[in-house]
């Protein structure tokens, strides 16, 4: 059943369902149709005895009467639980009461229908099912037959009223069997209609489960992935940092008896450089989950920065989009880590912007803030609505992810107005640096 199988095999699966068990809720339902259809036909027993209008001339005493109406109805207390025997026992009580021509049929009539409905609806076999109605409805009109021809060989009624163009006695037979054949037939349709409808309701539950497991197994796999890419961005850095600190404690041994000076300098290097690096590393561990990432190691080109925030710009403008670009403050050498994840977080916010906005104009802002670098990005589309096309907002993980790394914060959400906003905002100072560093 699920979605990799074929149409075919799909479809021989589910010819194969087979409906659960009733609930405790439905069997409860169950016992209340039960008391309330005993109820019923108590009443229309009373009221037929009070009246004097009986289906036959002969009825018995009213407490056989009433006997035969528990009789009919107590089984119902069971009817999705036993379906089958509530059908065959019911059936054999409902000949049963027309043999003793208790007085009122009505009852009787809904409580056949009520079970061949349930029979039809409930009965897990199919072919048991079927065939068990079908057999009981040609007992129902083997039963009618024999009481249409003793009907027949009685004299007939004067029909005093009578003024249609068929004969009377014809027009009764034929209005009974017609009746007899919607009711029995109608039980019958709406039984299957009922348990087609409960095997298309099991099938919808289990593809829409189907699709809440895939949508999560790729949400987790997307989030590992994404993960992936984020040590593989941060890898060059760390490099450049470990390269970095080598370079500066191998000048700072060959100068360490000549040049103090320099040797200071050199550490206090080495010092910020490793602070830099150490924060970057508690950042990525604090973010990635421990898990095995496969696969062979990739060549990683220099990494972008801010510099290349033009070219980002220029291929949104070549797509259609008006987009102004803007550098707030004054702009400074930054960490690699922090420029590299403004750098992805205006190229992602872009293509969202050019891929699901339908926006006309987009603005990209970079603020250089004392200590924070602030990057921005407006549009004037359709909102939120545009950001999760698919339902998945896996960009906006990445871009979250991206920015908790360096200890940021994103904001993204639709403006007041119209359109969509995208602001992260990226600490510029290594966690636990200081401006000049510690003397050696």
């Not at 029909?159 to 009764?172: E, I, R, T």
């Not at 590393?281 to 990683?300: C, F, I, K, N, Q």
Request: aromatic letters at 6%.
């Amino acid at each position: 059943m699920g979605s990799a199988v074929s149409t075919g095999d799909r479809e021989v699966v589910w010819s194969r369902w087979q409906r659960p068990f009733p609930t405790r809720a439905q069997r409860r339902v169950d016992v209340w149709t039960a008391l309330a259809t005993m109820a019923g036909a108590t009443v229309m027993t009373v009221l037929v005895n009070s009246l004097g209008a009986f289906a036959w001339d002969d009825a018995p005493a009213l407490a056989e009467q009433l006997g035969w109406v528990v009789a009919l109805t107590a089984p119902l207390v069971v009817r999705r639980r036993f379906p089958l025997a509530v059908l065959i026992v019911i059936s054999a009580l409902f000949i049963g009461a027309q043999v003793r021509h208790v007085g009122d049929n009505t009852v009787q009539a809904v409580v056949l229908f009520l079970v061949i409905y349930t029979a039809g609806g409930w009965i897990r076999n199919r072919v048991v099912a079927r065939w068990a109605r079908i057999a009981v409805i040609t007992v129902m009109f083997g039963w009618l037959g024999l009481a249409l021809v003793h009907y027949l060989a009685e004299p007939a009624p004067p029909f005093a009223d009578a003024a249609g163009p068929l004969d009377p006695l014809l027009a009764s037979v034929l209005y009974s069997i017609v009746v007899n054949l919607v009711f029995l037939l109608g039980a019958y349709f709406f039984g299957n209609m009922a348990w087609l409808s409960a095997r298309r309701q099991a099938e919808l539950e289990r593809r829409a489960e189907q699709l809440r497991e895939s949508q999560e197994q790729n949400l987790r796999g997307a989030v590992v992935a994404e993960r992936v890419r984020i040590a593989r961005d941060l890898h060059d850095v760390v490099a450049h940092h470990v390269s970095v600190m080598g370079i500066q404690a191998a000048a700072a041994r060959r100068v360490l008896d000549t040049d103090r000076e320099l040797s200071r300098d050199a550490l206090r290097t080495v010092e910020q450089t490793a602070r830099s690096a150490i924060g970057e590393l508690r950042g990525l561990l604090g973010v990635l989950r421990a898990e095995d990432a496969d696969g062979p190691a990739e060549t990683h080109l220099s990494a972008p920065g801010l510099d290349q925030l033009t070219e980002l710009v220029s291929a949104a403008r070549s797509a259609g989009l008006e987009v102004d670009h803007g550098v707030y403050g004054d702009p400074r050498p930054l960490p690699q880590g922090v420029a590299l994840s403004a750098y992805r977080v205006v190229q992602e916010a872009l293509t969202n912007v050019v891929k699901h906005s339908g926006a006309h104009r987009a603005d990209v802002r970079v603020r250089y803030l004392e200590s924070a670098l602030e990057v921005e990005i407006t549009d004037d589309g359709r909102g939120a609505a545009a950001r999760r096309p698919n339902g998945s907002g896996l960009g906006l993980l990445g871009m979250r992810e991206r920015v908790a790394v360096h200890g940021g914060v994103l904001e993204a959400g639709p403006r007041r107005d119209n359109g969509f906003r995208v602001r992260a905002c990226l600490p510029t100072a290594a966690p636990g640096s200081t401006e000049d560093g510690a003397d050696a």
